[in-house]
């Protein structure tokens, strides 16, 4: 059974682009999260949706952020322009939400350098 | 500031020691998770905590969540160059949204 699919796995673009990443969240799940790392700040959640539906954007850092999840199997990121504090890497989760304790299952992550 | 606070950040420690890290915070959480993360990939859930003074082992690993919900530890007993990784612990309000500590970034030298 495949986990999270997250592409690309390592994205290097220049100043002003726009970058897109992309995910796949495991099949049946209804819940799916989008987290960045970097060694300064950790693991934070940027933004997460529950159906399709976004629940709490209040993590995304600026408006050059945004999310889109058009439907169960499919979400992006869009930062644009991007600038070179975005450089980090780049998690999606999704989960079943059942009313309990959700386990949260990551993907392999997307590693962007804004040079 | 961080929510969480992990310590230490980093431990190196040799085969067949035996370690604790912590995981405290200021706040009240409904449960508190355990994630262990490898160079390259995601972090993977190990152990959920939910009742203060709750205490699980999985294998030579025993966690345990404060009585009053605010901290937690994770103890390694006799570690193995396979528990090599970053030990990142999450506090959750509610059901879904977590928060993270920095993490602990554990060596196990051979």
């Known amino acids: 059974d495949a986990g999270v699919i997250q592409s690309p796995r390592h994205e290097v673009t220049e100043m002003g682009q726009e970058v897109t990443l992309r995910c796949k969240p495991i099949?049946?799940?209804?819940?799916l999260f989008w987290y960045r790392q970097t060694m300064m700040r950790g693991l934070e959640l940027l933004i997460y949706?529950?159906?399709?539906?976004?629940?709490?954007d209040s993590g995304m850092p600026e408006d050059r952020f945004s999310a889109k999840m058009p439907n169960a199997s499919f979400s992006t990121l869009k930062i644009q322009p991007s600038e070179p504090r975005d450089s980090a890497v780049y998690f999606c989760?999704?989960?079943?939400?059942?009313?309990?304790?959700?386990?949260?299952?990551f993907g392999p992550g997307t590693r962007l350098t804004v040079l | 500031t961080q929510l969480l606070e992990q310590s230490p950040q980093f431990l190196s420690i040799q085969e067949g020691e035996n370690l604790t890290v912590y995981c405290n915070s200021s706040?009240?959480?409904?449960?508190l998770q355990w994630y262990r993360q490898e160079p390259g990939e995601g972090p993977v859930l190990l152990v959920t905590?939910?009742?203060?003074?709750e205490v699980k082992k999985l294998k030579r690993l025993t966690f345990q969540f404060g009585d009053a919900r605010k901290d937690s530890s994770l103890h390694i007993t006799a570690a193995q160059p396979g528990d090599t990784g970053l030990y990142l612990c999450?506090?959750?309000?509610?059901?879904?949204?977590?928060?993270f500590g920095q993490g602990t970034r554990l060596t196990i030298n051979p």
């Open positions: 989760a999704s989960s079943f939400r059942s009313g309990g304790h959700n386990e949260q299952f």
């Open positions: 099949s049946g799940h209804n819940s």
């Open positions: 949706f529950n159906n399709n539906v976004p629940i709490d």
């Open positions: 706040s009240v959480f409904s449960s």
């Open positions: 905590v939910v009742t203060g003074g």
């Open positions: 999450a506090g959750a309000w509610g059901a879904q949204k977590l928060v």
